[in-house]
């Protein structure tokens, strides 16, 4: 199983990314989750997809949206009001459909990351 993470870059504190998470399984036989990891800090887990339920920590929600279109077989983290402390690399992971969890450890798939830098 290949995931795949796009969608990173450089922006300005305020501003929005879109990530991307591609398969090449369907996605919708997953719990998709988003995580990212900032250097010398501990893989965090940020929202999940499972079907059409999902979750955020704490951290991202009302920030951050997770979402997925079946037809193309994606799914994304809409990220607005990005903040310096956002800075990180970004993975997308895939877990057993059973997983409704943002438990890193729970999460068997994972993509090589995408990085976000957020910085004037």
């Known amino acids: 199983v290949q995931v795949v993470e796009s969608g990173g870059g450089l922006v300005q504190p305020g501003g929005s990314l879109r990530l991307s998470c591609a398969a090449s399984v369907q996605l919708t036989w997953y719990t998709i989750g988003w995580f990212r990891q900032a250097p010398g800090k501990e893989r965090e887990g940020l929202s999940y997809?499972?079907?059409?339920?999902?979750d955020y920590a704490d951290s991202v929600k009302g920030r951050f949206t997770i979402s997925r279109d079946n037809a193309k077989n994606m799914v994304y983290l809409q990220m607005k009001s990005l903040k310096p402390e956002d800075t990180a690399v970004y993975y997308c992971?895939?877990?057993?459909?059973?997983?409704?969890?943002?438990?890193?450890?729970?999460?068997?798939?994972w993509g090589q990351g995408t990085q976000v830098t957020v910085s004037s």
């Open positions: 992971a895939a877990a057993r459909f059973n997983i409704k969890s943002l438990d890193k450890d729970a999460y068997v798939y």
């Open positions: 997809i499972r079907g059409s339920s999902t």
